[in-house]
């Protein structure tokens, strides 16, 4: 069990989310969108939202900015926060355009807004579940792509709050954050994209 546990930080790890969000999109979207297409954006997530964070992660480490890649301290999470809200702009100005992909981008957009209101608590010395942030973000997003598609996904929703449960069972079982955290983390991922969704639905 606490093998299973300890998967989910690591399956879920917040760098990865945002491609989940882009890879789950082209998989249920009922729209046609050229192969090649999908694969140069897929690509470019990947690049920006996973491969460039870690290698900042290892320069600021390597600084001594940080201890690990799991940002456990308050002020260690104030320079990542700052890389992904820069690296989230990149994404939203270069990747996505709100006319041709307009649920990615306002994904993204959500994604911004939910790493500065993680940044500004973090100013306040007070930090907040980033797992649970995301996959609580992710969550919505789909809520929203089956109100927008008119397409039943209950069993993507289903499983992703069984997955929402899981990230913070394991976030409690390692002791990496108390049930506030999570609750905020929850609450900061999800509403954002909650908020935005009116612009594309």
Known sequence: MNYFL??????????????????????????????????A??????IVTILIPLVTFFLLKNLGAINSIYLRGVKERKFPLMIQTLLM?????????????????????GILFSTI???LLVIFNFKISLHQMGIAGLTMFIIALS?????????????LFFCNGWVASSRLQSKAH???????????????????S????
């Open 6 to 39: 300890k998967s989910a930080s690591y399956i879920f790890h917040p760098l990865l989310l945002p491609l989940f969000g882009v890879l789950l999109y082209y998989q249920i979207s009922p729209r046609f969108i050229e192969p090649e297409i999908i694969k």
């Open 147 to 159: 109100v927008h598609f008119g397409k039943n996904y209950l069993t993507e929703i289903a499983f």
């Open 198 to 201: 009116p612009f594309w639905l």
């Open 41 to 46: 954006k897929s690509y470019a997530i990947l």
């Open 117 to 119: 209101t993680a940044l």
């Open 89 to 109: 702009l990149v994404v939203i100005k270069m990747i996505f355009s709100s006319y041709q992909s307009p649920e990615l981008y306002f994904f993204f957009v």
């Open 178 to 196: 108390s049930v506030l955290e999570l609750v905020m983390g929850f609450f900061i991922g999800f509403i954002p994209q909650l908020i935005v």
